[in-house]
């Protein structure tokens, strides 16, 4: 597309950031910014990194946009979506 996607840091990937709206969020998230809950009924965002969608992740929207002031490199927060055991797929 246009080449200007943000890339998340999870996973190195340019990602589609999409906002979630309050009553859109009827479920509890992690939020890999600050490993704190994602309460229902919070305005967040998604960020869907191209290519892989599974490994979308739901942040609080500051810990989106401060993101760059996490350290870089190995984040703790290792996806724990990907730990469902779903098998590694093809790439
Ligand atoms: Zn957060």
Excluded: F, I
Aim: one cysteine or more; charged letters at 25%; hydrophobic letters at 25%.
């Amino acid at each position: 597309m246009d080449g200007s996607l943000p890339v998340d840091p999870l996973t190195g990937s340019p990602a589609e950031v999409r906002t979630v709206q309050p009553y859109q969020a009827t479920k509890r998230y992690l939020c890999p910014g600050c490993n704190q809950d994602l309460e229902p009924g919070t305005g967040h965002v998604v960020v869907v990194p191209r290519g892989a969608p599974d490994l979308r992740r739901h942040w609080h929207r500051p810990c989106w946009e401060h993101r760059q002031r996490r350290r870089p490199g190995r984040a703790r927060a290792q996806p724990v979506n990907r730990r469902r055991g779903q098998p590694p797929g093809p790439r």
